[in-house]
């Protein structure tokens, strides 16, 4: 994500913010959907490096369109309430992903996708 925020906030400069935060959700989708599909452990691993790379035109993206469109008094708040999902995500994903283990990882990526 770090090497590929830069990029993605030059992108948004030059395209807009919603553009990009439709290419990078849709990209989220298909390296999600190639690591479900994912053959060999190479294959998989290709999937991660790239979900680094396209999520990062998400989070810089998302705070910099909030940052822009929420009124002044209560940017702060709304910047903090949008990474709640993130924060959350962290502590539920493992809780939820040990859950649906049964059902096979290329499942658990495969709903993830979806």
Do not use: E, H, K
């Not at 060999?40 to 790239?50: C, E, K, M, Q």
């Not at 790379?53 to 822009?68: C, E, P, Q, R, Y």
């Not at 709640?84 to 996708?113: E, N, R, T, Y």
Request: hydrophobic share 55%; glycine share 10%.
């Amino acid at each position: 994500m770090a090497l590929s925020t830069p990029a993605w906030g030059r992108l948004s400069d030059r395209i807009g913010y919603v553009p990009v935060l439709r290419i990078s959700s849709g990209c989220v989708a298909l390296v999600l959907t190639l690591q479900a599909l994912a053959w060999t452990l190479p294959v998989f691993v290709v999937g991660r490096l790239a979900q680094g790379l396209v999520t990062g035109g998400i989070d810089a993206t998302l705070s910099a369109l909030i940052a822009v469109r929420a009124p002044q008094a209560r940017r702060a708040s709304i910047l903090n309430l949008s990474r709640l999902p993130a924060q959350m995500s962290w502590f539920l994903g493992p809780i939820v992903g040990s859950l649906l283990s049964p059902l096979g990882v290329p499942a658990i990526f495969g709903l993830a996708a979806a």
